[in-house]
């Protein structure tokens, strides 16, 4: 069973930097693009990054220049650093990948359980 698993939130002063970790688990075949979403109380879940295998990256306008998205393919794991946190940047974060399963062999969609963020003023 595949299971992705998100370490590193917390409560942080506006300014600060935190960084969030994901390791996907369990007999896994290969994984394409992972990435980070976040959902703020009351809004929907929106995109923060992605990256492909090969390190291509993609950025919501709202984090460019202060957000750094990273993976070790080698250990399954998507990271990211966040610098210069905003109140508004609180939200829970969810790990986010594309892969293909040893069970199944289908290729599909799976999320982290979420991490909380918050940002204090």
């Known amino acids: 069973q595949v299971q992705l698993v998100e370490s590193g939130g917390g409560l942080v002063q506006a300014g600060g930097s935190l960084r969030l970790s994901c390791a996907a688990s369990?007999?896994?075949?290969?994984?394409?693009?992972m990435g980070w979403y976040r959902q703020a109380p009351g809004k929907q879940r929106e995109l923060v990054t992605t990256i492909t295998h090969d390190g291509v990256t993609n950025y919501a306008d709202s984090v460019k220049d202060r957000f750094a998205v990273s993976r070790n393919n080698a250990w399954n794991t998507v990271y990211l650093q966040m610098n210069n946190l905003k109140p508004e940047d609180t939200a829970v974060y969810y790990c986010?990948?594309?892969?293909?399963?040893?069970?199944?062999?289908?290729?599909?969609?799976?999320w982290g359980q979420g991490t909380q963020v918050t940002v204090s003023s």
């Open positions: 986010n990948a594309d892969l293909r399963p040893r069970t199944t062999m289908q290729r599909g969609n799976y």
């Open positions: 369990g007999s896994i075949f290969s994984i394409y693009a």
